[in-house]
DNA sequence: ATAATTTTTTAGGTGAATCTAAATTTATAT
DNA sequence: ATATAAATTTAGATTCACCTAAAAAATTAT
């Protein structure tokens, strides 16, 4: 049994992993978890002696299978909760993350399959993440970051990077949802901000950063 | 701010303190909890200097004003899941008290409110339990435990003292739910059980233990 | 290749929430 | 009214999750 702190450190683990291939640094998930990295070495040890993570002194940590599986479960629910908030409590996706934050954490597999089925079994969450089934297995969809794409490019928006108010309403704002068709008018090639065209009607213009944060699915 | 424990002390002396008007003790908390009485005087002096109890030594605890508005708020949260979980994802009646035990710490006033609209604002819980209000008004309906009222008497069952599931279970089993009408058939004097009409047509026996549990409205 | 810098770990400490064992206060019983 | 019993509190420990300051290891820069 992981504690809630414990949980928050594994997904973190895990996050962090999920991105580059090589083993997440103590002063990264310092850095994440706003704590100080002797905290996080503390932690580490903990994590460790439950076989949720490998680590040698120095080298930093992976994550065991064991613990993938346990971070899968607590994003599962994260993400059901932020799409039943969403869709049944009509939330805002931008205010969704703190609440989820804290159910993720609720112990009752019941009431997962339940909150799970009552809403329909979706397949990701508002923000375009996708939803980890119950034995923790997770279709990744092969999804580009705009800023990388190419001048032309036709594509959905997929998923979004950052998940925080501030951008989300930025979005929302620009007429930015998930789902929305977004196709790429031209780079600026001195800053890296680029013309869009927002569902086919709305031409607007997004910085390198935003576009940084903005996952699509190329379509033709 | 109450951490989740402090939390949990408050809700039981609000319930301790509701039935008697005297004073909630060391060791009725203690038990409550189950914890140690040790550790209970701990607690208290905690919660007394946070203000939520007053607290003299050796004479038990009495619930504040400010004490009881935060336990209600809890009480609220608690009884508006168990209704969510009875009324949306179909849980049984027996199964929702320990993850309401978890729901009811969720720490988000919009949820609460949101939650509460799109249950469309109940006033009672499944348990027949009253729904204090935002501003933690709560009606208390005058009730009677079944075992008190007089051969002949015809009520409706308004709530349940013991939420256990054997109990819920048991209750189910013969046909006994909140709302259902209940009439005294006869009392047995040697035992205090009794013979009662649910819903006009059922006729069962009920033990001493049983009807103290069952709290009636009455009605003509 | 060694010195300087950065990262990580160790050592020791704190508050929350528990415990056991012992001391103290209150209640009860003869 | 005093002795015994019961309830309560105090004293001292423990585990979790954090901290600061100092030491050790790894990285980098000259």
Redesign the pocket.
Known sequence: ML????E??LKAIYHLSDAGKSAV????L?DN??????????????LSSKGVIS??????VNISEKGRRAALKVIRKHRLWETFLVEKLNFNWDEVHEVAEQLEHIDSPLLIEKLDSFLGHPKVDPHGHPIPDKDGRIQEVKQVQLSEAKEGTNGVLHSVNDGSPKFLQYLSKIGIRIGARIEIVERMEFDGSMEIIIDDNERVFISRQASENLLIREMP
């Not at 504690?3 to 414990?6: A, K, N, T, W």
């Not at 640094?25 to 990264?28: D, E, L, S």
């Not at 680590?55 to 930093?60: L, N």
């Open positions: 504690s809630l702190v414990e928050n450190y640094t103590t002063n990264a310092a978890m706003n704590n100080k990295a002797a905290s996080v070495t503390d932690m580490i040890k903990r680590y040698e002194k120095y080298r930093g």
